[in-house]
């Protein structure tokens, strides 16, 4: 089955540390993307990643850290830098190029920073 | 990024009934894709249907169908003989060909009374 997963559903840390997120998709898409949900707030873009070893900002990258090492896979780092943590977060997955190119979603985590 | 905004936080409808959602959105290219995702409890994002500016003929699916007034930049979702799976949020989303991404609206809660 192709499809993208994030791990864990659910993750607890204690504030102060950072805590990776990770997503993993096999279908052979070139961009992948973070999005975080806040409550009343819709979906805002975190980071994105158009190509391996290369990523861009999106609207709220601070307090964040990715890495694409891999094609298959965009962890998430969120920083003990980020002041509200506590968040819904998905990823995304696509194909690259000209014109809009649906995203796929994950099934999320959802990080609560006691 | 460009601005999704989706006035109604709720809405409710009797089963088999019709219920309208509501979204407008600020830009200034010509060339663009709009969005209705769906969120249920699960959280997984399903794509509903999508629109392509350049398009003039309102999208449909199923039961789902849009009013797409450009001029207005108005994007409105019908939902027609609603069941009780179409219970979820549902946001309304923008592609601009310039941007590379998806930036949505604050979602609006449908609750479908049996």
């Known amino acids: 089955d192709g499809g993208i997963t994030q791990s864990p559903k659910y993750l607890f840390r204690k504030e102060g540390q950072n805590v990776t997120l990770s997503c993993e998709q096999n279908l052979n898409h070139d961009a992948m993307y973070w999005y975080r949900q806040d409550p009343g707030q819709g979906l805002r873009l975190i980071y994105y990643s158009q190509i391996v070893n290369d990523f861009q900002k999106g609207d709220i990258a601070e307090g964040y850290s990715v890495s694409r090492e891999k094609k298959e896979s965009f962890p998430l780092t969120v920083t003990s830098a980020q002041k509200n943590p506590t968040a819904f977060y998905l990823c995304a997955s696509s194909i690259w190029g000209q014109g809009y190119n649906e995203q796929f979603f994950g099934p999320g985590t959802r990080l609560t920073v006691l | 990024a460009q601005t999704v905004t989706q006035s109604q936080p709720e809405m409710s409808v009797q089963e088999a009934e019709t219920v309208t959602l509501s979204c407008t959105y600020d830009?200034?290219?010509?060339?663009?894709?709009l969005f209705w995702y769906k969120q249920p409890p699960s959280r997984q994002m399903i794509l509903v249907i999508r629109?392509?500016?350049?398009?003039?003929q309102n999208a449909t699916e199923n039961r789902f169908s849009v009013n797409f007034q450009k001029a207005a930049k108005s994007f409105s979702l019908k939902i027609s003989d609603s069941q009780l799976g179409d219970a979820a949020m549902y946001f309304c989303?923008?592609?601009?060909?310039?941007?590379?991404?998806?930036?949505f609206g604050a979602g609006t809660t449908v609750t479908v009374r049996a």
């Open positions: 830009t200034s290219e010509s060339d663009y894709y």
């Open positions: 989303a923008y592609y601009g060909s310039n941007d590379y991404k998806l930036s």
């Open positions: 629109q392509e500016a350049y398009k003039q």
